[in-house]
Each structure stands twice: as structure tokens, then as C-alpha cells.
């Protein structure tokens, strides 16, 4: 683990993390032993092909995994193992740990004002009757400089547009240590993404916040994002600070290539079927750089610059 300043008990330290979904034909594993620290304060983009599972991992930090899930590791925050149980910490939920929603047709109740539902999210933090300035100051720091009428409007009111930058002012009105949000582009349009982009943006000046964000937007990761976090197949593969333009391990390296801006070399093969219970490195069968060994052992993390990279090219 690479480790660029002291742990702070803010910062998110997963140990050994495994999660596996019991299925017919056997264990899907979703999470296979990643060990990382978020460092609080940070932006950290989390990328990676579809079903590599980022959202997993975001729902194990977020303790919102089905009940049936196998599961092992430990995620520790504030001195607490929040994967064991996060209601030892106060107020986890909207004080420490928020969720930017997707779609705000489905995150809002279209027979509820918005005023409304903003005071639901506020009272879980406790806050009783909140001052309307607050609310509206919220909302002018999102760009919606008619605070008052916003909050007297249901959500079919407002344009697509305004309801995006009422959940940013939502999902920070609480004073979150920790904002999470998973692919917050997927699906938009184009003003609505770029209203997005904005939202994240002046999120980003907030300097007393941590954000995990979980995208498949490059753009985005590269724009918003101090850290980025590559995965496949369950695993962290690299990690750090420049991953984006020095791609370190083979699997990353092939990831951008397949980028249309990169000349759109396609990654051939497939992923291994999470049922598959590959020994040595989930990569070896699609990389280019493969030994023999890399077909037998796991790969340690390799501490490469600023990186961290899983793969015996650096070990
Ligand atoms: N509730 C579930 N039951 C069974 N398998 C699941 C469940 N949720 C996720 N998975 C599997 O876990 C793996 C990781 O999924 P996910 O984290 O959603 O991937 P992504 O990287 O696209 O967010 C996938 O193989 C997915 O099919
Ligand atoms: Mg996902």
C-alpha cells in the first residue's frame, strides 16, 4: 500500500476485503481480497470494465450489501469496522457517509416539494425545523439562484437541469465527511451530464470532504478526480495519482488503449467468469506481458513511483 501521509481516522483503510455471491452454479465473487486506504480529503475515481465490481465495493463502504452476501475483511473507519457494523457510528448515514443519486426521476417523490424533502434528509441528521437561508444558500452554491420558489415547487416543476443541482445541494446538506457516487453520468444527456460535471465540480472545493467516485467515464475521472483506482475482475490492480496518463499495469494500459482518443485498440478476450476460480493473476489469460508464474501465484502490489501496482512486471 502506498502510503503518502499519515492515516487520518477519516480516511477509509479496507483490509482484505472479500465479497461473494452465493448463486446456482456456485460463488460469484464480486470483491476478492482488495486492500486499499481512500485517504479523506480526496477525490478517488474508481474505474474499471462493467461487473468488476466498483458497485460492490461501493455498497460494502456504504454497508448497503444484501444480507446474503459472504463476506470477509474489514473496512475501518473512526477506529470502528464499518463493514462489521456501521451503526456504531453516529449518524453514518448524511453526516459521515452520503450518496450522490443517479437519477433524480427516481431519487425524488414526485408528490412531495422539494422544500420538503430536503427537511426529510436534513431531520435524519437530527436538524429539526431548518432555516430556509440554509437551504437556499445550498441551492445557490448548486447555481439556482431562485431558492425560494425551488423549494415551493414539486419536482415536475423544475427541469431536469434545476432537480440535478437540487440533489447536489441534497446530497452535501447535511455536511458530509464522505460523498459517494456511482457512475453520476450513466444514462444522462448531454446538459444534464454537464450539469453533473458542475455539481461535482464546486463539490471538489469543499476541502472537508472525501468523494468516492465509481465511473466509466474517463472524461469525468480525469477532470474531477486526485485518485483513481483500476479494477478487475475483484481485484485492485493499480492505484495512485497518474494512473490515467502512465498506465503502469498491462491491464490498465490496455483499458485506455481501447479508448477511441487513443487510436480504439480493443482489449481481446473476455473477463474470467466470476465463477471461475483462477489461480495467480485474473489478467494473465488477456495480457500481453504474461510468464509462466503469473499463471500460478497472485501477484504482489508492487510499489511503482506514485503507484501501486499488482503485477510481477514490477515485483
Ligand atoms: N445481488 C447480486 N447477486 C449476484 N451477483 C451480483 C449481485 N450484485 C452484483 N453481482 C455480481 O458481482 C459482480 C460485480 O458487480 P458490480 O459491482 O455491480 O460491477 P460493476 O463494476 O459493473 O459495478 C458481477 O459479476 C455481478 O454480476
Ligand atoms: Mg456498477
Known sequence: MVTHNQL????????????????KTGLVQAVDNISVTFKHGQITGIIGESGCGKSVLGQAILGILPEYVQRCGQILYRDANIFADNTVI????????????????????????????????????????????????LLQFFGLADGR???????????GGMLQRVLGAMSICCGPAWLVADEPTKGLDETACAVVYENL???????????????????????????IAVMYAGQLVEYGPHVLNAPKHPYTQAFLAALPENGFQPLTGLPPAPQDNLQG????PRCKSSMTLCHKEAPPACTVGTAEVRCFLYA
Open 281 to 284: 493473476c485474473r489478467f494473465a
Open 201 to 227: 465540480g464546486k463539490i471538489k472545493t469543499k476541502k472537508d470532504l472525501g468523494m468516492l467516485v465509481i465511473t466509466h467515464d474517463l472524461q469525468l475521472a480525469r477532470s474531477l478526480c486526485d485518485t
Open 149 to 159: 420558489r425551488v423549494l415551493a415547487a414539486y419536482p415536475h416543476e423544475l427541469s
Open 8 to 23: 487520518s481516522t477519516t480516511d477509509i483503510a479496507i483490509k482484505n476485503l472479500y465479497v461473494s455471491f452465493p448463486v
Open 90 to 137: 453516529p449518524n453514518f448515514y448524511g453526516q459521515e457517509f452520503a450518496l450522490i443519486p443517479q437519477n433524480p426521476g427516481e431519487a425524488l417523490n414526485p408528490l412531495r416539494k422539494t422544500g420538503k424533502q430536503f427537511n426529510d434528509i436534513l431531520l435524519t441528521a437530527g436538524i429539526n425545523d431548518p432555516d430556509d437561508n440554509y437551504k437556499i444558500s
